[in-house]
């Protein structure tokens, strides 16, 4: 199946500080990927949905300001944790969504990442 | 809106015990339905899916059955191993302009022992 990366896998950071954590597919162009967040032995929760070339739509109850989301490429999207405290250490996964050339809104795959593990001090 | 329950766990067996985790859903038209599993510090991988009513999905040696009138889709296993020890994932996908946006269960956490 495609592949889909993260990157760093793992990252601990001082209170107040900006963590970037980027998305990549690496044999496929994502138009649309996913940020999910998932806490110590709980589901994922959907944190938004990113779309080359335009704003990110965020799911309600996410802070828009705190959770940068850029998806510059059609291989790349970026979450940016601004101003980390530490309760947002999580594990961050991304997933996208692999459209076939004929494809229409409903078609693709969706790939996981291997996720990023977030640890702020 | 949409919601997926499953079974609490964790669950522990021995190798070669008989397995079920069961998922429900609520959604409204028609979704996809996916088993995603997790092994200990890495993402997720897609274990097997159904898109309509009816269908199993299967994949090494787990199967579950999309079921419309119950609004089930149950994973089973005849024979687990110690490999398969992981945690387990239902999920649901609907469409329209919200493809894409999967709807999670809690989880199940799966340890099975020699």
């Known amino acids: 199946g495609a592949v889909v990366s993260q990157h760093p896998s793992w990252v601990i950071c001082k209170s107040g500080t900006s963590v970037k954590i980027e998305c990549r597919s690496l044999?496929?162009?994502?138009?649309?990927m996913f940020w999910y967040r998932q806490f110590p032995k709980q589901s994922l929760m959907l944190m938004a949905t990113?779309?080359?070339?335009?704003?990110?739509?965020?799911e309600q109850g996410v802070e828009k300001d705190k959770f940068l989301i850029n998806h510059a490429s059609l291989t790349l999207s970026t979450l940016t944790v601004t101003s980390a405290h530490p309760e947002d250490s999580s594990f961050y996964i991304c997933?996208?969504?692999?459209?076939?050339?004929?494809?229409?809104?409903?078609?693709?795959?969706?790939?996981f990442g291997e996720g990023s593990r977030l640890t702020v001090l | 809106g949409d919601s997926v329950t499953q079974m609490e766990g964790p669950v522990t067996l021995s190798e070669e015990a008989f397995l079920t985790i069961n998922c429900t859903y609520t959604?409204?038209?028609?979704?996809?339905l996916f088993w995603y599993v997790q092994y200990p510090g890495e993402g997720l991988q897609l274990l097997l899916k159904?898109?309509?009513?009816?269908d199993k999905g299967s994949n090494k040696g787990f199967e579950a059955t999309y079921r419309k009138e119950t609004t089930s889709f149950h994973l089973e296993k005849g024979s687990v191993q110690v490999s398969d020890s992981a945690v387990y994932f239902c999920?649901?996908?609907?469409?329209?302009?919200?493809?894409?946006?999967?709807?999670f269960g809690q989880g199940t956490i799966l340890t099975v022992h020699p």
């Open positions: 999920a649901l996908r609907t469409g329209g302009t919200s493809y894409g946006k999967l709807t």
């Open positions: 159904a898109t309509k009513a009816d």
């Open positions: 997933s996208a969504r692999d459209t076939p050339p004929s494809g229409g809104l409903n078609t693709g795959e969706l790939f």
């Open positions: 044999d496929f162009q994502a138009t649309t």
């Open positions: 959604a409204t038209g028609y979704p996809s």
């Open positions: 990113s779309n080359e070339g335009s704003k990110a739509t965020y």
